[in-house]
């Protein structure tokens, strides 16, 4: 481990020289258990719930739209404020390439799943059905708004 000075609570990390994703050190122990506490056993996330396609449009002070993308699928209870945040803040890809995120689906995958391989590959769960049990409770967390 490095043994760059942790800065406290109270200071600012911009001119700290502790970097911590520097540390390339397997951390010790065995990794994690992960108990399922959210996701149902042998269900997606994504199929507990119901989903419909809706339009994410924001439109300035005259009316104008400056931002619209139609027909992306959301949880059926998200209100229409976080379909318009989640796709238009979140969504990857160029609106008008064809290849940009058209479904909530589409990003929480690919956020949880990078977040839980890679917590598989630097060494935080013990193991592979660990890791995807983080995968689906960290999909029901994001999708239910938690």
Not at 50 to 76: C, H, L, M, S, Y
Not at 122 to 142: I, N, P
Request: charged share 30%; hydrophobic share 30%.
């Amino acid at each position: 481990m490095s043994s760059e000075r942790i800065p406290e609570a109270n200071e600012s990390m911009i001119n700290s020289d502790y970097k911590p994703w520097e540390n390339t050190q397997q951390a010790k122990g065995k990794g994690l258990k992960i108990a399922q506490r959210f996701s149902t056993p042998g269900v997606h996330p994504f199929d507990e719930i119901e989903w419909e396609k809706r339009q994410a449009k924001i439109t300035d002070e005259t009316g104008k739209a400056i931002f619209e993308q139609k027909d992306v699928e959301v949880p059926e209870n998200w209100s229409q404020l976080a379909t318009k945040v989640v796709v238009s803040k979140y969504f990857y890809g160029d609106i008008n390439s064809g290849q940009r995120e058209n479904s909530v689906k589409q990003l929480v995958h690919r956020v949880s799943r990078a977040i839980a391989d890679r917590g598989l590959k630097d060494g935080y769960f013990k193991t592979k059905e660990d890791a995807e049990t983080y995968y689906q409770d960290l999909t029901w967390l994001c999708v239910n708004q938690y």
